[in-house]
């Protein structure tokens, strides 16, 4: 039989909070259950908000929670030679276009296209898609403003990329935290438009370094929060097109504040360090959880 293998996959940008908890405290419950294996993957391509401090206070956090991971860690910054060769074969397969828009550029086009009484589309998360005219610049066009040192990032292609796959492209979500039978979810990865695959200087995106990694560490169970439910449709897209083997999925419930909301990693009441020092036990931390 193979072995199950869970993963926690936070990233080092700030401090770990009661969600991040409940989630990695769930994928050890799951793993131990299931006879599996439990990995810790640091999630930290993005080095101007990630630092070793976050990292440390974080590794610090979960070990005090009684979180035991299967070494070694892995840390997604340490493998951006890996990313750049697939992110190379994407160029070289024209599924991924440099992307020129700045935030200022991209704001004065949707203003102008509502100015026409068109409303522009937004992603789940709210943010307009962005516009087309990039994808058809000329070869040499591009060429030009890369050797000038124009700011840009890779794009991907997601019209490309959908007829490149054909049929439907779906996943399989566990119907709660039993594990015990999934029903398939279909993924719509174009509600994102043409998503950031890399950057100029990082050789990834979180989409392009997860779904690498999960098949590098051979992740048979995603299990994490909600929030990234329909950024899976993105992420089954770039398995297939790489031809990645795909997870079972399981997005959790989440941890929300007293007003609600999201918990996010500035508020501090809420952070594990913050109510560790307070005399939070790790087992009131899973009561607090629910678990
Ligand atoms: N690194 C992501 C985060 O901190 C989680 C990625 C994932 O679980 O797929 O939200």
Same mark, same amino acid.
């Given at each position: 039989?193979?072995?199950?293998?869970?993963?926690?996959?936070?990233?080092?940008?700030?401090?770990l909070?009661? !969600?991040?908890? $409940?989630?990695?405290?769930?994928?050890?419950?799951?793993?131990?259950?299931? !006879?599996g294996?439990?990995?810790? &993957?640091?999630?930290?391509?993005?080095?101007?908000?990630?630092?070793? /401090?976050?990292?440390?206070?974080?590794?610090?956090?979960?070990k005090?929670?009684?979180?035991?991971?299967?070494?070694?860690? &892995?840390?997604?910054?340490?493998h951006?030679?890996? $990313?750049?060769?697939?992110?190379?074969?994407?160029?070289?397969e024209?599924?991924?276009?440099?992307?020129?828009?700045?935030?200022?550029?991209?704001?004065?086009?949707?203003?102008?296209?509502?100015? @026409?009484?068109?409303?522009?589309p &937004?992603?789940?998360?709210?943010?307009?898609?962005?516009?087309?005219?990039?994808?058809?610049?000329?070869?040499?066009? @591009?060429?030009?403003?890369? /050797?000038?040192?124009?700011?840009?990032?890779?794009?991907?292609?997601?019209?490309?990329?959908?007829?490149?796959?054909?049929?439907?492209?779906?996943?399989?979500?566990?119907?709660?935290?039993?594990?015990?039978?999934?029903?398939?979810?279909?993924?719509s990865?174009?509600?994102?438009g043409?998503?950031?695959?890399?950057? @100029?200087?990082?050789?990834?995106?979180y989409?392009?370094?997860?779904?690498?990694?999960?098949?590098?560490?051979?992740?048979?169970?995603?299990?994490?929060? &909600? =929030?990234?439910?329909?950024?899976?449709?993105?992420?089954?897209?770039?398995?297939?097109?790489?031809?990645?083997?795909? %997870?079972? $999925?399981?997005?959790?419930?989440?941890?929300?504040g %007293? =007003?609600?909301r999201?918990?996010?990693?500035?508020?501090?009441?809420? !952070?594990l360090?913050?109510?560790?020092d307070?005399?939070?036990? %790790?087992?009131?931390?899973?009561?607090?959880?629910?678990?």
């Amino acid at each position: 039989m193979t072995l199950l293998t869970f993963r926690f996959a936070p990233s080092p940008n700030g401090e770990l909070h009661l !969600g991040h908890a $409940y989630s990695a405290l769930l994928n050890q419950g799951l793993a131990m259950h299931a !006879g599996g294996r439990l990995l810790l &993957r640091v999630e930290d391509i993005d080095t101007t908000r990630c630092t070793p /401090a976050f990292e440390a206070g974080m590794l610090a956090d979960l070990k005090w929670l009684g979180l035991a991971w299967q070494e070694p860690v &892995r840390r997604q910054s340490e493998h951006f030679a890996e $990313y750049r060769v697939v992110l190379e074969r994407l160029i070289r397969e024209e599924l991924v276009y440099p992307a020129f828009m700045s935030r200022g550029e991209i704001r004065a086009f949707i203003a102008d296209t509502q100015t @026409r009484g068109r409303d522009w589309p &937004r992603d789940p998360d709210g943010v307009p898609l962005y516009p087309p005219a990039d994808k058809a610049l000329p070869m040499k066009e @591009r060429n030009r403003r890369i /050797a000038e040192n124009a700011p840009f990032a890779w794009r991907l292609d997601v019209g490309a990329a959908m007829k490149r796959l054909g049929g439907d492209l779906v996943w399989a979500e566990f119907n709660d935290e039993t594990l015990s039978a999934t029903h398939s979810v279909v993924a719509s990865p174009q509600d994102w438009g043409d998503v950031i695959v890399a950057r @100029r200087d990082i050789p990834t995106s979180y989409h392009l370094a997860v779904v690498m990694d999960d098949a590098l560490q051979c992740v048979s169970h995603v299990v994490r929060g &909600r =929030d990234l439910f329909s950024a899976t449709g993105v992420q089954r897209l770039l398995q297939d097109l790489l031809g990645l083997p795909q %997870p079972a $999925y399981f997005h959790h419930r989440l941890i929300l504040g %007293p =007003d609600g909301r999201k918990l996010s990693k500035s508020l501090r009441d809420t !952070g594990l360090a913050t109510l560790r020092d307070a005399g939070a036990s %790790p087992d009131d931390i899973r009561h607090m959880v629910g678990l």
